[in-house]
């Protein structure tokens, strides 16, 4: 059955949420986790919100950036508990239950989707950049509910793999490499840019 032209289901949210995870080989044990969310639409109102954990393991300590950057409490906590929550990389990690929510002032970009991009983060005790390079070609994604990471939406998104990556929060250097993704037999990257996304109640 074709889709309608205007899909009449409920928008749960609208925006950018680039990624990143990084390991300590490309098969081996994750080392950093970033997802990074700039929202136009939701039910909680615009925002922006970066969810970093440069320990996934926790067994780092004080030397560790484990938490949730926002200028939206509301909307990051939403974020967390319906969808970060159920990302493949992020689900059951026991950090999530006691994530700390801290405020940001200024998410700023800069770059392009051929050369490299960069997202700052900054604030009060707080300086984050994280960027991408090396990029591929741009893709579409469009999941079925039965693709989506929630299991509840449809999920569209224009992705930009890239083979490079850097993450540097209030100076603690993310750790590993980004591998190779395969996502339905197109090849992709664990450090991608992803653009026009809108996730759909299904």
Known sequence: MARPPINPNPIDWSGENPGITLKDSPEGETTCLVSFFRVVVSPRGPGHAVF?????????GGQAVNACYTDNEPLARYLLSDFIAHFGTWKGNPN????????????????????????????????????WRELGEPFMV??????????KHEMF?????????????????????PGPRDMYGTQS????????ETWIKA
């Open 142 to 151: 469009e999941f079925l509910k039965e693709q989506s990471s929630t299991g």
């Open 96 to 131: 999530l239950a006691n994530l700390p929510f801290k405020p940001a002032e200024s998410f700023t970009h800069s770059g392009d989707h051929k050369t490299a991009w960069t997202e700052r983060i900054t604030g009060p005790d707080v300086d984050i950049t994280l960027t």
């Open 189 to 196: 990257s664990t450090a991608f840019l992803a653009f026009s």
């Open 52 to 60: 970093i954990l440069t320990d996934p393991t926790g067994r780092a």
């Open 157 to 177: 998104s224009l992705f930009v793999p890239a083979r490079a990556c850097e993450v540097v929060a209030n100076g603690v250097r993310g750790r590993g490499v």
